[in-house]
């Protein structure tokens, strides 16, 4: 846990906020991933045009939505590292929040091309040549195996990070139907094996952009982020000693790694001390991961707003 701020007003009122550690720096793995991802798009559209299959163009145009995904990603981390100002009071780390958005919105519209293309090509199947098919293909589950493992270790704890990770696992899966659909039309010649492939493909990757976007989109509409258990939270706070009654607990995200949260707490004999506030700082940040908590002691609910939640 970093350090915790608390201050005390008169009149009954006390604030205690509470910061915890920054989330990890994948600037590395982003950086890398983006310059394999843009060369292997490359190599994957040539090799498409030359053989003339869909499953690698689809592949291609999905693997430069991926670059895109991870360009996206990026920037929100790097925003999400600026400082709080005056203007932007909590900093930019919502960014983050925007970026797995986008990510997801440029997933969808990857699906859309490929389901375009791909419902063409099942209407007028042309020879493949299986051979490049699957050695490029083959490629494609290295770099995007590869990339995808630089970003593991945060997918559970940072939707942003998950979204690179899912753009990248979920590519690896494609290269794996490539490579089957290759074979495949290798050993029996038949070409609508390759168009067959991509709606495979594309219902793969429709399921993980899915959860992306629940997930995202709930995050931008501040709802109390998942792994975060609103009535588990007021219960603790209710049974605080001296705390008669909790009023306008608020929890929302700051980011995609960071939760706040305010909250009145109705103690009739007085504020209970900088101590209290420390140590309710300390222990939102350690059982619910609520980073940066504000609470309001107040002597009666005689407040504007007294509705519960």
């Known amino acids: 846990m970093g350090a915790h701020h608390d201050h005390h007003h008169g009149h009954g009122h006390g604030h205690g906020h509470g910061h915890a550690h920054a989330p990890a720096d994948f600037g590395r793995a982003f950086a890398i991933g983006t310059m394999l991802n843009l060369a292997f798009v490359g190599v994957e559209a040539a090799a498409g045009f030359w053989t003339d299959s869909v499953a690698l163009l689809a592949d291609a145009g999905h693997n430069l939505s991926d670059v895109l995904g991870l360009l996206i990603a990026w920037g929100g981390a790097e925003l999400a ?15 983050t929040i925007l970026a797995a958005l986008a990510n997801a919105l440029v997933l969808l519209i ?149 939760t706040a949260l305010t909250a009145h707490l109705v103690m009739p004999d007085g504020h209970p001390g900088d101590t209290f506030l420390a140590q309710l700082s300390d222990r939102l940040a350690h059982d619910f991961a609520i980073d940066h908590a504000t609470v309001q002691v107040e002597r009666d609910a005689g407040c504007a707003l007294t509705h519960g939640h």
């Open 81 to 95: 590292k600026r400082p709080a100002s005056g203007r932007f009071t909590y900093g930019l780390g919502a960014s």
């Open 110 to 258: 990857a699906i859309g091309a490929i389901l375009l293309e791909t419902a063409q090509r099942l209407g007028d199947p042309r020879p493949v040549d299986g051979w490049p098919v699957v050695w490029v293909a083959l490629a494609g589950i290295a770099v995007n195996l590869g990339t995808a493992l630089m970003f593991a270790r945060g997918r559970h704890g940072d939707v942003n990070i998950r979204g690179a990770y899912l753009h990248m696992a979920a590519d690896a899966a494609v290269s794996a139907g490539v490579v089957v659909a290759g074979l495949a039309i290798l050993w029996t010649g038949a070409t609508w094996i390759d168009p067959l492939v991509s709606l495979i493909v594309i219902l793969v990757i429709l399921i993980g952009t899915w959860s992306l976007l629940s997930e995202s989109l709930l995050l931008a509409l501040q709802a109390v982020p998942r792994g975060v258990d609103a009535p588990a939270v007021e219960a603790m706070l209710a049974a605080l000693p001296g705390v008669a009654k909790v009023h306008d607990l608020h929890i929302w995200p700051i980011s995609t790694t960071r």
